[in-house]
């Protein structure tokens, strides 16, 4: 063995100790390749973890980070899949439309690098409008539907209290501290609203996401939302024309 590579091994880093307590929240992020699995647990002992990895890669080859949550496998953040940027006033409730919140233009690299320094894009992703978001999940994913999402809210104890358990544990993102422990690893994020009259609005305090199921009219779909002042998962439904979040979960 060469002495560079003597060198490299002896300041090689072996192990490192957490500080753990009982009933603490352990996030483990397991890489294989580009593949990111986020596991997350409250071990009471020593424990083997078993890591599943699912590719969840963009068609611009951005690779996400995924959860398994009971029996569902989602993406453990928002979706940032931007083939175009729309300005702000522009809206359809039948035609694909992408915003990035805080940029009024049609440049996808502009918007991506004029919201950088609040990292805006980075960390929230793209507001989709309800038939951009239909066709934005990669390859072998999709848009949850109504029943998913019930079926993930019902895994964690129901509406009242899953809210929480999505939540990024922090108020890095979120307005207010509402005992969030991201117990799921979901790491749910307020990206706020592009409004169907043009404009956006909440960041920092409201978090949407679509489902692919319409609502009692052609122009409206059901959706799920988290605010930054309680713990609840509200159901509800909104028009197409609205841009909001996406997360998408494993087919």
Same mark, same amino acid.
């Given at each position: 063995?060469?002495?560079?590579?003597?060198?490299?091994? &002896?300041?090689?880093?072996?192990?490192? *100790?957490?500080?753990?307590?009982?009933?603490?929240?352990?996030?483990?992020?397991?890489?294989?390749?580009?593949?990111?699995?986020?596991?997350?647990?409250?071990?009471?002992?020593?424990?083997?973890?078993?890591?599943?990895?699912?590719?969840?890669?963009?068609?611009?080859?951005?690779?996400?980070?995924? =959860?398994?949550?009971?029996?569902?496998?989602?993406?453990?953040?928002?979706?940032?899949?931007?083939?175009?940027?729309?300005?702000?006033? *522009?809206?359809?409730?039948?035609?694909?439309?992408?915003? =990035?919140?805080?940029?009024?233009?049609?440049?996808?690299?502009?918007?991506?690098?004029? *919201?950088?320094?609040?990292?805006?894009?980075?960390?929230?992703?793209?507001?989709?409008?309800?038939?951009?978001?239909? *066709?934005?999940?990669?390859?072998?994913?999709?848009?949850?539907? $109504?029943?998913?999402?019930?079926?993930? =809210?019902?895994?964690?104890?129901? &509406?009242?209290?899953?809210?929480?358990?999505? &939540?990024?544990?922090?108020?890095?993102?979120?307005?207010?501290?509402?005992?969030?422990?991201?117990?799921?690893?979901?790491?749910?994020?307020?990206?706020?609203?592009?409004?169907?009259?043009?404009?956006?609005?909440?960041?920092?305090?409201?978090?949407?996401?679509?489902?692919?199921?319409?609502?009692?009219?052609?122009?409206?779909?059901?959706?799920?939302?988290?605010?930054?002042?309680?713990?609840?998962?509200?159901?509800?439904?909104?028009?197409? @024309?609205?841009?909001?979040?996406? @997360?998408?979960?494993? $087919?």
């Amino acid at each position: 063995m060469g002495s560079e590579y003597q060198n490299l091994a &002896k300041s090689a880093v072996v192990g490192k *100790t957490l500080k753990y307590g009982q009933g603490d929240i352990l996030h483990c992020s397991a890489f294989s390749g580009k593949n990111n699995t986020i596991i997350a647990d409250s071990p009471k002992a020593t424990k083997v973890y078993s890591v599943e990895f699912y590719e969840c890669i963009d068609p611009n080859k951005k690779s996400y980070k995924v =959860v398994k949550i009971g029996n569902q496998v989602w993406m453990a953040e928002n979706l940032a899949y931007l083939p175009a940027v729309s300005a702000m006033a *522009t809206s359809s409730s039948t035609e694909p439309h992408y915003y =990035v919140y805080g940029y009024n233009g049609t440049d996808i690299d502009a918007a991506k690098a004029t *919201t950088k320094a609040t990292n805006i894009y980075t960390n929230y992703g793209v507001l989709y409008n309800w038939p951009a978001a239909m *066709t934005a999940c990669p390859s072998g994913w999709h848009l949850p539907s $109504d029943a998913e999402w019930t079926t993930l =809210v019902d895994y964690l104890g129901g &509406k009242v209290n899953a809210g929480n358990k999505l &939540k990024e544990a922090a108020t890095t993102h979120w307005s207010e501290d509402t005992g969030a422990t991201n117990e799921s690893g979901f790491t749910a994020l307020p990206g706020g609203v592009r409004v169907s009259g043009g404009g956006f609005g909440q960041n920092g305090h409201y978090g949407y996401w679509w489902s692919s199921t319409e609502h009692t009219t052609s122009d409206e779909a059901r959706l799920r939302y988290l605010v930054y002042s309680d713990s609840t998962v509200h159901r509800d439904h909104g028009v197409k @024309r609205n841009g909001i979040s996406v @997360r998408c979960v494993k $087919d």
